[in-house]
């Protein structure tokens, strides 16, 4: 019972560290996208 309460504990934190990396993706895409549309409208 302890190594199965300990296995899910790693994978739970493995599983709410994945979600903060997508997020973290998620806003380096979105700003990444910003800074194109502004270059785009400067360069017009």
């Known amino acids: ?3 199965f ?3 899910a504990a790693i ?3 493995l599983l ?3 979600c903060n990396t997508v997020e973290g993706v998620g806003r380096d895409v979105e700003s ?3 800074t194109v ?5 400067d360069a017009k």
Do not use: E, L, P
């Open 37 to 41: 549309a502004n270059t785009a409208d």
């Open 11 to 13: 994978v739970g934190a």
């Open 1 to 3: 019972m302890r190594t």
């Open 5 to 7: 309460i300990g296995i």
């Open 32 to 34: 990444a996208g910003r």
């Open 16 to 18: 709410v560290s994945a």
